[in-house]
């Protein structure tokens, strides 16, 4: 009940099921990326949010738009990536001085090794005992 019609329309006009189901889930990470960037999740409205998504390039997508209580919101950078069978969004509000980020990827697909880097560090107890015994909250 989230969604504006036309949206709702966009989302089924693929004709499988299954292009349907991609459409639903890009527009639903792509809502849930920007209410977690602005900072305050669903009270924001998701009916306030409305997308114009752009194609996929590959398993990429750079060009998807956002107007916020039906005006466009230009400062809103938005990158999708299908990897894997997962559909990964990101939002940033771009500053003045970040507008060369419209042409390239802020996001990076790490696999299982590059989480483990230092895996050495975990083998090592006194790198442990040091993590271990700091405070829960700092300050």
Known sequence: KQWYQRRVRDI??????EEQLFNFYRH???????VKTVGTGLKFGLKRI???IGEMEGEQCFTTSVAVDGSAVKEWRFEEIYHDNHIIATAIKLRP??????SSSLLEVLGFEDLFVNQ??????????????KKEIPG
Not at 12 to 17: C, G, I, L, S, V
Not at 28 to 34: A, G, P, R, T, V
Not at 97 to 102: A, G, I, P, R, V
Request: aromatic share 20%; with cysteine; proline share 3%.
């Open 97 to 102: 001085d970040m507008k060369d980020y419209q």
């Open 120 to 133: 050495d560090r975990l083998e090592d107890k006194s790198y442990f005992t040091l993590f271990d015994a």
């Open 28 to 34: 639903w990470c792509l809502k849930e990326s920007f």
């Open 50 to 52: 409305e997308f114009d």
């Open 12 to 17: 089924n006009r693929p004709a499988t099921e």
